[in-house]
Antibody
Framework: EVQLLESGGGLVQPGGSLRLSCATS????????MSWVRQAPGKGLEWVSG????????YYADSVRGRFTISKDHSKNTLFLQMNNLRAEDTAVYYC?????????WGQGSLVTVSA | DIQMTQSPSSLSASEGDRVTITCRAG??????LNWYQQIPGKAPRLLIY???TLQSGVPSRFSGSGSGTDFTLTISSLEPEDSAIYYC??????????FGGGTKVEIK
């Protein structure tokens, strides 16, 4: 059974940093591209970042480029999102998902709140 | 960025009704169009990919059609558990993905 489990969310001050983790199981992690998608409170879905199966190529939405970094640890079957210089508008539930075309499996989400 | 526009933004229909949601792309995206269902408080669920291919385990009352710029998601006979928000998403410019604004479906 494919499982994705995010962790690492919480309350952070503007300008602060946070690292989200997405622990995966049930599939060959190194063979699959992965993505992060976020959803601000009461709003729609926004793609944030993606990476290829081997983690060698990474992609970002304009809104986070230069502040967020996506990475994969194949030894731990875990996807990461390092978020720096956080802004109030980054407040959202962050989902990890398998794929970079259609997103077949999703985690349950991790809430990030950026507030003073 | 490829803009995705959904209509209507919300609708209310009765159990057993046929429901159609439209998604329009800002440029031709061939059939690189996917649909998701999100029940409030839950993660999105993939329903259809490649404009018309039903994801495994999704009830056959859901169907998708279209190509180019205009796409539709149809629920042939609305069930109470279909009350949710539906999103389209283009993957033509993958891995840079874009979602539509969502359509909220309520049961009368």
């Amino acid at each position: 059974e494919v499982q994705l489990l995010e962790s690492g969310g919480g309350l952070v001050q503007p300008g602060g940093s946070l690292r989200l983790s997405c622990a995966t199981s049930g599939f060959p992690f190194s063979r699959y591209a992965m993505s992060w998608v976020r959803q601000a409170p009461g709003k729609g879905l926004e793609w944030v970042s993606g990476t290829t199966g081997n983690g060698g190529s990474t992609y970002y939405a304009d809104s986070v480029r230069g502040r967020f970094t996506i990475s994969k640890d194949h030894s731990k079957n875990t996807l990461f999102l390092q978020m720096n210089n956080l802004r109030a508008e980054d407040t959202a539930v962050y989902y990890c998902a398998r794929g970079n075309s259609y997103l077949e499996y999703w985690g349950q989400g991790s809430l990030v709140t950026v507030s003073a | 960025d490829i803009q995705m526009t959904q209509s209507p933004s919300s609708l209310s229909a009765s159990e057993g009704d046929r429901v159609t949601i439209t998604c329009r792309a800002g440029q031709s995206i061939s059939n690189y169009l996917n649909w998701y269902q999100q029940i409030p408080g839950k993660a999105p669920r993939l329903l259809i990919y490649g404009a018309s291919t039903l994801q495994s385990g999704v009830p056959s009352r859901f169907s998708g059609s279209g190509s180019g710029t205009d796409f539709t998601l149809t629920i042939s006979s609305l069930e109470p558990e279909d009350s949710a928000i539906y999103y389209c998403q283009q993957s033509y410019s993958m891995p840079l993905l874009t979602f539509g604004g969502g359509t909220k479906v309520e049961i009368k």
